[in-house]
C-alpha cells in the first residue's frame, strides 16, 4: 500500500479525509446508519466541567424540558446528558448547575432546528442576544447565563462493531482521540482501508493527523509485521528522485555508489507513507 498526503486539497477539505479508489463504508444504503437527530451537546459547563462533550439526544416530535430535576413534565421528557459513542448512549443525566432551574427550558423538533423557550429563573442567550424564546439552527450555541453552554447539532448513529476498550475521551489504540461521528466514521474509513491493497491519499492541513491515519492504516493492515517506511517528499533532492523512489546498482549514478533497493522496494510487502507528495520533484 502507499499512502500520500496532499497539503493543497485542504482548501476542499480542512480536515482529515481518505480518498481510495474503491467504496467507503457507511457511505451509501440506508441500512449502514440512521436518520441523524437533533442533539444538544455540553460545551461548557461552570459546575460541571468534567461533562463537556456529553450528549442529549432528542428525537422527532416529541416536547421536552431541560433542568434541574430531571423529570417528566406534562408530557415533556426530561433532556439528559450522556457520554456518547456512535450509536450508543449512556444512561443520561440533568446538569445540576445552581442557578439552572428545576424547569428551565422547553424544547422541540423542527426539520429545521430547535424551538427553545426560558421558563426557568436563568437567562438564556442565544447569538449573543438575551432572549426568551428562539430557534437553534445545527451549529448554533445556547448560553444559560453563567451556568452552561449548549451547541445544537444533527448527530447520525453509525454502527459498528470496532472494540471500545480504551478511556472515553481518550486515544484509542491507534492514537486516535474523539469520540464525536466524524471521529468514528474516521475510524471506520481506516479499518476499511487497510483492508486492502489500494493506494490511498490522505487530504488535509499542517496539524490535521495524516502520519497518523497513514500509521494506522499500517497498523490494520496485514503488512504489520514489516516496518512502515516513511519520508517527507520535499526532501528527494530532484536530481536522485528515480535512485531514491526505486533504487539503483552499485555505482550508479555515480562511483563509489552503494546499491540499495530505494523507497518503493523497501516498502515491499509493507506501507510507504510519502508525505508532502504534492512537492515531490
Same mark, same amino acid.
Given at each position: 500500500?502507499? *499512502?500520500? @498526503?496532499?497539503?493543497?486539497? $485542504? ?27 437533533? &442533539?444538544?451537546? *455540553? ?18 416530535? =416529541? ?7 430531571? %423529570? ?25 448547575? =445552581? ?22 429563573? #436563568? ?13 437553534? %439552527?445545527?451549529?448554533? &450555541? ?6 452552561? /453552554? ?7 448513529? /453509525?454502527?459498528?462493531? +470496532? ?8 486515544? @484509542? ?19 476499511? !482501508? ?27 493492515? $496485514? ?18 528522485? +528515480? #535512485? ?12 563509489? %555508489?552503494?546499491?540499495?533497493?530505494? !523507497? ?18
Amino acid at each position: 500500500m502507499t *499512502v500520500g @498526503d496532499e497539503d493543497e486539497a $485542504s482548501e476542499v477539505a480542512p480536515g482529515l479525509t481518505t480518498t481510495a479508489s474503491l467504496g467507503i463504508p457507511g457511505e451509501a444504503g440506508p441500512a449502514r446508519r440512521r436518520q441523524p437527530r437533533w &442533539c444538544l451537546v *455540553v460545551a461548557w459547563s461552570e459546575e460541571e466541567p468534567s461533562r463537556v462533550g456529553e450528549v442529549a439526544e432528542l428525537p422527532a416530535g =416529541k416536547r421536552f424540558v431541560l433542568g434541574r430535576d430531571g %423529570t417528566w413534565h406534562d408530557g415533556a421528557m426530561p433532556v439528559l446528558f450522556a457520554p456518547r459513542r456512535r450509536h450508543a448512549l449512556a444512561p443520561g443525566r440533568p446538569m445540576r448547575g =445552581k442557578a439552572i432551574s428545576r424547569r428551565q427550558l422547553e424544547l422541540g423538533t423542527t426539520q429545521d432546528g430547535l424551538e427553545v423557550s426560558r421558563i426557568g429563573r #436563568c437567562a438564556m442567550r442565544i447569538g449573543g442576544h438575551d432572549v426568551e424564546r428562539g430557534t437553534l %439552527t445545527s451549529g448554533r &450555541c445556547l448560553t444559560l447565563a453563567g451556568q452552561l /453552554v449548549l451547541l445544537a447539532v444533527r448527530r447520525p448513529e /453509525v454502527p459498528s462493531s +470496532d472494540d471500545e476498550g480504551h478511556p472515553y475521551g481518550g486515544p @484509542d489504540g491507534l492514537g486516535i482521540v474523539g469520540e464525536s461521528p466524524v471521529a468514528w466514521r474516521l475510524r471506520e474509513q481506516l479499518r476499511f !482501508l487497510a483492508g486492502s491493497d489500494e493506494h490511498v491519499l490522505l487530504c488535509g492541513a499542517s496539524g490535521t493527523g495524516k502520519e497518523l491515519a497513514a500509521r494506522a492504516l499500517h497498523t490494520l493492515s $496485514s503488512r504489520r509485521e514489516r516496518p512502515l517506511v516513511s519520508r517527507n517528499a520535499a526532501t528527494l533532492p530532484a536530481g536522485l528522485i +528515480d #535512485c531514491e523512489l526505486f533504487g539503483n546498482v552499485a555505482d550508479y549514478p555515480n562511483p563509489g %555508489t552503494p546499491a540499495r533497493d530505494g !523507497l518503493v522496494g523497501s516498502a515491499d510487502g509493507s506501507t510507504l507513507f510519502l508525505d508532502e507528495i504534492g512537492e515531490l520533484p
